[in-house]
C-alpha cells in the first residue's frame, strides 16, 4: 500500500471535525481508503492509505487537502 501523511500543526476541536468528517465522507466513497489521525501535543496528523492500485486516487485526494 502507499500512503500520504497530512500534517496540521494548529488545529482547532471544530478543525478536527472537519478532518474526521472528511475521513468518514471519503471512507463510505471509497472503502479502500485507509484513514489514521494521529493526535500530538503540538500537532495533528492524518495518514491516509491506499492499495498501490489506487495511487492516483490518492494523488487526486492529496490536492483537495
Avoid: H, M, W
Avoid at 478532518?19 to 491516509?48: H, M, N, Y
Amino acid at each position: 500500500p502507499r500512503s500520504t501523511l497530512f500534517p496540521y500543526t494548529t488545529l482547532f476541536r471544530s478543525q478536527l471535525a472537519a478532518v474526521v468528517a472528511l475521513a468518514q465522507r471519503e471512507k463510505a466513497c471509497c472503502p479502500f481508503f485507509g484513514f489514521t489521525i494521529e493526535i500530538g501535543a503540538d500537532c495533528i496528523e492524518l495518514q491516509v492509505t491506499v492499495p498501490v492500485d489506487a495511487v492516483t486516487i490518492l494523488d487526486g485526494f492529496a490536492q483537495l487537502i
